[in-house]
């Protein structure tokens, strides 16, 4: 009983010695949205109680582009792809409900559902009515449950690196997800990520989403790590990961009946190619484009190259 005791006791040591080495608070809001909240963003307060962190950006007479970050990101994922593309679209960004600037909604609920219906709020309050949807990873899979609870309001999807079906077994083996993706939700370890959030930890994320780390940078890891610490984005990352793992299925891609462009980067290890292919495969009318060099989140290591090849998809689909 005494070895019992001392080693119960020697954990205890070792839990309070690092959290107080390593304690992570929370950044105030106005902090952020100082820093965050620059150029065209604008916040809208949405009929449920939301506020959505958006920006609009770009031709007032060209098709609106609704882009969609993936998981821990934010709209500013897209700024490589607005300077290239608001010459010929409404480009529309938006902070997904516990991410960013938006962060937690009083819906409380970040599954794929509950964000689509997030994004059918913000584009009703917005008075749109036709749009492309384009999203990455999380944003990909919102973007499917999307198009499939309201096909009569997208026109086209984009793809990029996207959740939403399982990764096939054959290639589990070429995941490597980042820490914080492997500590989020489970109950014994995800008051690590609500409460243990070091800087080391967006750098390490950001780097398995790369495939060339040369454009990663300070300034890049602060935006991902200081919009992660805005309050209550923590907490919402651990209930959506809680609910990838115990009670997500696959979404119903087969029921998909609009203009796909699948786009991958090859070098991808958070989501392998494998999946990608396994879309294109199941998604009806659907284009893959691989990018041999790029990694997870292509369109920010590579804004030119990947927006290109979304111009070329979208002007083919708005000539018909």
């Known amino acids: 009983m005494t070895r019992v005791k001392f080693i119960l ?10 959290l107080f080495k390593y304690w992570t608070p929370d950044i105030p809001r106005e902090t952020l949205v100082n820093k965050y909240a620059t150029g065209a963003s604008d916040f809208i307060d949405l009929p449920s109680g939301a506020r959505a962190h958006y920006r609009i950006q770009g031709n007032d007479e060209g098709p609106i582009l609704l882009l969609l970050h993936g998981s821990n990101a934010s709209l500013h994922t897209w700024e490589g792809w607005v300077d ?108 690590i990520v609500e409460y243990i959030t070091p800087w080391e930890i967006a750098a390490e994320g950001l780097s398995k989403s790369m495939a060339d780390t040369t454009y990663l940078n300070e300034t890049l890891i602060d935006r991902y790590w200081e919009l992660a610490l805005h309050p209550g984005n923590r907490y919402a990352t651990n209930k959506r990961f809680k609910w990838y793992r115990n009670n997500r299925q696959e ?4 029921n998909l009946n609009v203009p796909t462009l699948i786009m991958w980067g090859e070098q991808d290890v958070v989501i392998p190619l494998d999946v990608g292919e396994e879309l294109h495969k199941r998604i009806d009318n659907s284009k893959l484009k691989i990018f041999k060099d790029l990694g997870h989140i292509p369109m920010e290591e590579n804004p030119k190259k990947t927006a290109k090849a979304a111009d070329n998809f979208l002007a083919t689909i708005h000539k018909q």
């Open 9 to 18: 006791g020697a954990i205890i040591v070792v839990i309070s010695l690092t």
């Open 251 to 254: 979404l119903a891609i087969e």
């Open 84 to 191: 290239i593309l608001e010459d010929d679209y409404l480009v529309v960004s938006v902070d997904l409900p516990g991410h960013g600037l938006t962060g937690i909604t009083p819906s409380d609920d970040y599954t794929y559902s509950g964000m689509a219906a997030f994004i059918h709020e913000f584009t009703t309050t917005l008075s749109f009515q036709k749009y492309y949807l384009v999203g990455n990873s999380m944003g990909g899979a919102v973007s499917m449950q999307y198009a499939l609870t309201y096909p009569n309001e997208v026109m086209g999807l984009i793809l990029i690196d996207s959740a939403g079906i399982n990764t096939p077994a054959s290639a589990l083996n070429k995941v490597d997800h980042p820490l914080a993706f492997k500590l989020a939700g489970n109950w014994y370890s995800s008051w």
